[in-house]
């Protein structure tokens, strides 16, 4: 089989986006790329690398196999190999964590022989040392220090191979001037850095490597935060944006943020976004509805001046997002679920990059004076323990001209609330007979499942096999939907049927619906667009899983980030010719991780 090349423009856009700690596009390209007939090994390789990035183990295995790759000799190939075991092994414990070590380091090894290359020596070494095998892994590491490309690293992953091997010979400070010397390094992006934090804290906390010096390197290793911004819109005014834009270098500057998320109203939104691309960062779009009904609310009412500005961040932006597929309906929490979402985005990409985030608001000082706005922003960020840099509000002219919604809506009420479908794969083919059974065994679960939830239940209902429930909780929502899961699987059948049934599936999505009485029934009832997408995820997730959109993945981030993780599982063409999605996996939080990000377009959610 051929090695592992690259040259074609989809692997050099894979390889860009895995520099950028952006396991989401790689997949999504490979995985496009594959399925249109590229049979190329670099591809498959990024796929497989990408789903065990996500912390997809599993599946990166079965691809792994599926794909040849097992019988490729080459380094690459090989170290995934390596890869693979290893993170069977930080999920193991005993005697199966210690073997699972043995062949990473094996697998490593096995890739070291081939070129001497110190990228799977130095694994092949803390994998030795982790399994155990102390004096093995010393003599790797005192390898890989004699490798010219070490002796005089050219790139971070060499200087950082180099601190990785004075580690583990006990040689702490030289290692911190290791680090220094691979943070200098042209191409010392946020994912690599995050990368090597990571291996570092784990060889630090899991296996007793380095001295009191360890927090300090940590520390310095661990990569910038990741922004979350907000602020006020005012009309142009050129000389109170320039002093506003110098404390923003300035606070980008301390906080070395690279990387943001946030609308682009006119004001303090635009001018954060222009100097985060000013020095090449990475600007995500988040709007909290249609974009022509966002110009009109939020960019004109400061003047022509921000149109230009406005249309050049989007340009410039590495995604951009639409919070909702509705326009503009004069409701305040549109903006607020566009801010929301913002802050929960940079949650998963900050615990995707092992650092934090930070919201960074230009505000006044005032308190709220509606359901949205900059001070709501604030209140809401420092609600969840957020950190937080506060620029104050210059002397600007805050007298907008703001014009009425086209859609304005002065109908039922609208609330932010979570809204789950499940239904039975199979139930179509039950007998008569097995009826009885499914509504006492299956559908009666599940009743007792909302009823430990109590008043968090805001609605429910039910025909056939199908469940809609809606939740005012996040955190609340996602508790019952692994319960059902986990009280399906804890069922036991006395019918042929049900126990031949395949199962339940189930979706969850967040955002803002119609809360109603229905005109039929005279029960209180939800609807609205937001509703009829969670019925088109339903039907594509797989028999005893769970599939969330990335709205209520990032709002999980926010809401409960210990208790829950999101695991990204592609992008998903919904049911009845209802586009695609992001789609992530809900577990509880020890099975699984997720994060997020987008690739450069113009995305509904």
Same mark, same amino acid.
């Given at each position: ?175 911190? =001037? ?153 409701? =305040? ?34 308190? @709220? ?153 005279? @029960? ?82």
């Amino acid at each position: 089989m051929p090695a592992l090349a690259s040259g074609t423009d989809v692997v050099a856009a894979a390889e860009a986006a895995r520099r950028k700690a952006d396991p989401l596009t790689v997949y999504d390209l490979a995985a496009s790329a594959l399925a249109a007939g590229r049979d190329e090994p670099r591809l498959k390789y990024l796929q497989v690398l990408a789903l065990a990035q996500l912390g997809d183990t599993g599946r990166a295995e079965r691809l792994y196999r599926q794909h040849g790759l097992d019988k490729l000799d080459d380094e690459d190939a090989l170290a995934l190999k390596g890869r693979l075991a290893k993170e069977r092994a930080l999920a193991a414990s005993g005697e199966e964590r210690l073997a699972h070590f043995r062949a990473a380091s094996e697998a490593y090894l096995a890739a070291f022989a081939l070129r001497s290359g110190y990228f799977p020596g130095i694994n092949a070494a803390t994998t030795a040392w982790a399994a155990g095998n102390h004096d093995t892994a010393r003599e790797l590491a005192l390898a890989v220090l004699d490798n010219p490309d070490v002796i005089r690293p050219a790139s971070f992953y060499a200087a950082a191979s180099r601190a990785e091997a004075l580690l583990l010979l006990g040689r702490t400070a030289e290692a911190g =001037d290791a680090v220094g010397a691979a943070l200098a390094q042209g191409d010392a992006g946020a994912g690599d850095r995050a990368s090597a934090y990571r291996q570092f804290a784990w060889l630090h906390e899991s296996e007793g490597v380095g001295d009191e010096g360890m927090a300090a390197l940590l520390a310095r290793l661990r990569p910038p935060p990741v922004l979350t911004f907000c602020g006020h819109m005012f009309r142009a005014d050129e000389a109170a944006e320039n002093a506003l834009a110098t404390r923003i270098a300035a606070e980008i500057d301390r906080l070395g943020a690279t990387i943001a998320y946030g609308a682009l109203a006119c004001g303090a939104d635009i001018l954060i976004a222009e100097e985060i691309l000013r020095r090449g960062g990475e600007l995500n779009v988040v709007l909290p509805f249609a974009l022509d009904d966002f110009v009109r609310a939020s960019v004109l009412p400061g003047g022509r001046e921000w149109m230009e500005r406005f249309e050049t961040c989007l340009a410039g932006a590495a995604s951009t997002l639409l919070a909702t597929r509705t326009a503009y309906v004069g409701h =305040d929490e549109q903006f607020s679920y566009g801010s929301m979402l913002s802050m929960g985005l940079a949650r998963l990409r900050a615990g995707q990059l092992s650092t934090y985030a930070v919201q960074l608001a230009i505000w006044d000082g005032e308190e @709220a004076g509606g359901g949205a706005g900059t001070a709501v922003d604030v209140a809401a960020w420092s609600a969840q323990g957020g950190a937080a840099r506060t620029i104050p509000l210059p002397d600007v002219d805050r007298d907008l001209r703001r014009a009425r919604p086209e859609a304005a809506y002065s109908g039922p009420a609208r609330a932010m609330r979570s809204i789950i479908f499940t239904d039975f794969a199979g139930f179509s083919r039950l007998s008569e007979s097995a009826l009885p059974e499914f509504w006492r065994e299956v559908m009666g679960r599940i009743g007792r499942v909302l009823d430990r939830q109590g008043a968090a239940v805001c609605g429910r209902n039910t025909w056939g096999d199908a469940l809609f429930a809606v939740i005012d909780d996040i955190a609340t929502a996602a508790e019952i939907a692994l319960d059902i899961r986990d009280s399906m699987r804890e069922a036991v059948f006395t019918d042929r049927d049900l126990q031949a049934g395949e199962g339940m599936r189930i979706g969850i999505h967040f955002g803002p619906i119609y809360q109603d009485v229905d005109p039929v029934t005279s @029960a209180p009832t939800f609807y609205g667009s937001e509703v009829t997408l969670t019925a088109r995820v339903e039907p594509k997730v797989p028999t005893g899983k769970i599939y969330v959109t990335q709205p209520f993945a990032a709002m999980l981030a926010s809401a409960a980030p210990d208790r829950f993780a999101s695991r990204y599982v592609g992008r998903i063409e919904l049911a009845k010719n209802y586009g695609q999605l992001p789609m992530y996996q809900l577990e509880r939080a020890s099975k699984a991780s997720g994060c997020s990000s987008e690739s450069t377009k113009v995305e509904l959610l």
